[in-house]
């Protein structure tokens, strides 16, 4: 690891883009989001980063976290605040509600947007900073995205901090 740490900064869902998707641009299938009112706590938004409040409308929409089409650029299910929300701030650590989880899934990309293999963990909550700033003092790893544990779906994107 190098002498110096690596300082992280969490990217959520741009804003222009979740404004999009709350006036109901056609989301990465070229659907409409649906919107739903949550039952409970616990919808991650991916772009307040805070969990959806029971009794709150949220959307649900296809979501492909890549530039461009290609081989790895998944395309999978996010939540979404339905009203305007929050960005959360790239200076602002890690979000609190990914503290409350037991597990986050962690994969690097290259600058080629495509997957470095042997980056890809189930990480502790616990040991999530000090892995992906092992993970990025590797050249090769641009930056990484969080992801769920259990089904895979996009959190966020960790990239190196200025």
């Not at 009203?83 to 959360?88: G, L, N």
């Not at 990914?98 to 495509?114: I, K, P, Q, S």
Request: proline share 9%; with cysteine.
């Amino acid at each position: 690891m190098n002498a110096s740490p690596i300082r992280l900064r969490c990217v959520a869902l741009p804003t222009a883009q979740a404004r999009a998707y709350q006036r109901g641009a056609p989301d990465a299938n070229g659907q409409p989001p649906e919107r739903h009112t949550s039952r409970a706590d616990g919808l991650p938004c991916r772009h307040c980063l805070a969990e959806v409040a029971a009794g709150h409308p949220y959307l649900i929409l296809s979501h492909r976290p890549f530039p461009a089409p290609q081989p790895y650029a998944e395309s999978g299910p996010i939540f979404l605040h339905a009203q305007a929300c929050e960005r959360h701030p790239e200076s602002g650590g890690l979000p609190a509600m990914f503290r409350r989880w037991a597990n986050l899934l962690v994969r690097g990309y290259g600058h080629d947007d495509r997957i470095v293999y042997g980056t890809g963990h189930v990480v502790a909550v616990g040991q999530l900073e000090a892995t992906a700033a092992s993970l990025l003092a590797d050249p090769q790893v641009a930056y990484l995205h969080l992801r769920s544990a259990t089904n895979n779906c996009y959190q966020c994107r960790v990239e190196r901090a200025a």
